[in-house]
């Protein structure tokens, strides 16, 4: 039982494609080193394995996969379809799910 936390998308995609995994999870957290202040989680399971790939906003845009950024005052925003287009584009027919918006406090 392992927890690996990936940091390059190249990484996460190469992985996925290797692994083949049914659900990819994603949420939507507070970060408040981005601007504006908004990141995004990917997760996925493989075995009892669990893999993280995180991602923050950087302007007008995620900094790593480029997924676009909305503004919205000083947290921004994300569309879920923005997400689930960017990843089923990038990782092929795979089921994507929804944690909903994590925060920090």
């Known amino acids: 039982m392992a927890l690996y936390r990936i940091m390059r998308w190249s990484e996460f995609r190469g992985l996925v494609r290797r692994f083949m995994p049914k659900i990819i999870f994603y949420a939507k957290e507070?970060?408040?080193l981005a601007k504006p202040k908004i990141g995004l989680k990917l997760i996925f399971y493989y075995g009892m394995d669990t893999y993280v790939f995180t991602?923050?906003?950087d302007g007008k845009a995620l900094?790593?996969?480029g997924i676009p950024v909305g503004a919205s005052g000083d947290e921004g925003r994300i569309d879920d379809e923005d997400i689930r287009r960017f990843l089923m584009e990038h990782l092929g027919?795979?089921?994507v799910v929804s944690l909903g918006f994590l925060s920090i406090d």
């Open 55 to 57: 991602d923050y906003a």
């Open 93 to 95: 027919d795979v089921k």
């Open 63 to 65: 900094h790593k996969t």
């Open 30 to 32: 507070s970060n408040p």
